[in-house]
């Protein structure tokens, strides 16, 4: 076996750049979506400007937060685990960087073009293809540098983080492409190569499995590298870790069909969806067990440690989301969830629950790691967890609530066999909810300032020599 | 990663240890696996007829009305407003006949939509005035109050630029979309014709090519409607009660009133399944 590279030879630069880009996607992510939240509160909000209203700008939040934030956090800490899990410095790290490059060039372009009303309309696909290439491109020099530096490990095994991060890199290569088939007209605008039922079977497929695999399988392989590492404990089982890789792998693929139910797609498609989406839940507990035992003896530090709270409610959330996922992936469910809020609801206690809060708890982790040094304020991280998980809190059951009580007002009739309720009266009854969504997201807001204040005081503190270095313990 | 020597192990008979050694094996094991499920759920819909079952009267949109999609793909209106009814009772009270796969059929791209901030709008068409619309796409909530939806005022202030719509058919055509070579070359006649800033020579012209029964796709794939169909008439008309030019809102609304008005539904059809339990077909 080859020498193993010491710490101080892992390319952090790059690790660096991409969590305080992140942390900043964050930011503005969360503000345009507090943004738009509050206009489908307060409609004068939209202020009669076009490229503010919100059905410009709700792309924008969403692909800020997906792709600029998530996206971030997924380059910058598959950079830092696949260094440490295989021992060996990045491979080529120009293409790495132009990796980076042209992520953020693409986050760009899409808040400049999503505005102006430039969109294939297509959801969490908007930005025309052209970006599209762009982010094409940047994602295949990722898969290269990540294969190559797993390639050049120096020990036999391959870590179970990786597996889950080389699922997501082929997957989310498929189905971006296959996706993002479409014919341009010009810079501004595109056909889709696919019309009616099999772009709608396309578009979910993608839809989904950008939740699957980008938002699942990339953010599983953040756990299964940061969370043993932060509790400082092994993986709790590897048997259950092999089996819940390989049948996420296989089932997610599957069940994108259910944000189609009852529509005019073939109703065997929609069955199988319906099957594999319950299926689905053994696979995500599968992760989420294997995670959460894996803090056995070390529960104690959920009460000092912050960073490890994240993670820990990270991986509750994503179990109960895990479990709603399924329920609304029958038919039953879905014939009154389906174009309500109650959607909304469960993307967000994904989003808000599992991915941001493993996601901080990851950076926060790279951060001390990184430049050796504690965050110059424990409380503020504190701070920032009670903050994150009321805002993310309020914000779920708020979308909870408006989403049961849509769903059932629509469906209302009277003994005499007329609806109950009109559309316009099911509008007006969201309001009190869309009002505190907008708050809790706002608080989520809040909390990514204060974790950006939190990093750049820590920062500026390392480069002052002022700041207080790890503990030999952390550090180990 | 401990206890992996142990032969007995819950996937017997596979080496998994060998795998996780290796990175090829991985690596195409993974890219293999997560390429099933899309192929087998995506793929037959576009061999097998019954994912689509035929329907008279679904014709491509005309350029106004294309122009039209367009603003509504760029507005994001497809965010809040679903196009997709589903077969329930309350839904067929609310927006009418369930949606036919068919009737999204030359869509690219489909606007299904999956989430009802506002109402369902698959049968839009026809059901509200031209007024109405002028009104509502000006200030919503002063035609109704409990609406969330932003102002749209920009609309009737911008003249409609058709730079792009010749080259919208064109890429459609390409994609077997039945427009013929006809369609495409008369799209700016066909265009003012509709939106009535013509001086209303060119109506003929346009209702000869759109309310017509036979169409080609660029496969040579002939549609042809029986002698007893009669093609839903176009609406052909000053679409913001301003015929001096063609706006925005012209178009928009031109889109909007023909939306599910090309199927004509006749009382005790089954549309989804005929008495053997098969998609139905005509």
Redesign the interface.
Known sequence: MSTVAAKEEYNYDIVKFCVLTGIVMGVIGTAVGTYIAS???Y?WL?L?I?EI????L??VHTNTVIFGFGGFLLYGAGFYMVQHSTHARLRFEKLAWAAVALWLISMICMWITLPL???????YHEPEWWIDLMMAVSWVFMTIVY?AT??NRKM?????AN?FF??ML??VT??FT?NGMC????MT???????????????W?WGHNAVG?FLTAGFIGVMYYFVPKHANR?IYS??LS??HF?SL??????V??H????????DW?LS??AG?SVALIFPSWGGMINGMMTMSGAWDKLRTDPVMRFMVVALAFYGMSTFEGPLMGTKSVN?LS???DW??GHVHSGALGWNAMIAIGAMYHMITRMWNTEMASAKLINMHFWVHLTGAVLYITAMWGSGVL?GLM????DSYGN?VYT???S??A?HPF?ALRAFGGFLVFVGFCIMLYNTLKTVSAVKAGSNVALSAAAKA | ????NDKK???RGIP?DTI??S?PI??VF??I??????I???VP??Y?D???PKVEGVRPLTPLELEGF?IY????????H?Q?I??????K??FGHF??????????????????????IARLGKKYTDAWHIQHMRA??SV???????????LEETKLDTS?TK??ME??A??N?PYSADDISNWESDLKAQAAVDDGNGEDALRARYERKTWTNSNGEVEQWTDSFTPTPLNVRAFDADASDVTELDALIAYLQQLGTHVHFEEGVDYYHDKFGQPYRK
């Open positions: 206009e489908l509160a409609p939209n009669d076009a209203s919100f059905g410009r709700r792309p009303g430039m969109t294939q309309s297509k959801e294969l797993i390639a036999s095994h391959i870590y179970i597996w080389m699922t082929f997957m498929y189905i296959f014919i341009p007209v010009d605008f595109s056909y889709s190569a696919y019309a009616g039922i099999h772009d709608a079977m396309t578009q497929w695999f092994p590897y048997r092999v089996l390989w792998t296989f089932l997610y693929v599957w994108g069909a944000h189609l139910h009852y529509t005019a797609i073939p498609t199988l969806g594999m014939a389906h174009y309500t959607t909304v849509q629509w469906r209302a009739f609806l559309f316009a009266d509008v007006a969201m869309y | 990663m401990s206890d992996n192990g819950i996937i998994h996780e050694q990175l991985l690596a993974v890219a696996l997560v390429a099933v499920g899309g087998v759920e995506i819909a576009f097998l019954d994912a689509e367009a793909r760029r507005e994001g209106c497809f965010l809040c679903s997709m589903r077969p329930f009772r309350d839904e009270e609310r949606s036919l796969a068919a009737e999204s059929k030359y869509d690219h791209n489909y606007a299904w939509g999956s989430k009802r901030t506002g109402p369902d919503p909530r109704v109050p409990e609406s969330v939806m932003p102002n749209y005022a920009w792009r080259g919208r890429v459609l390409m994609m979309v």
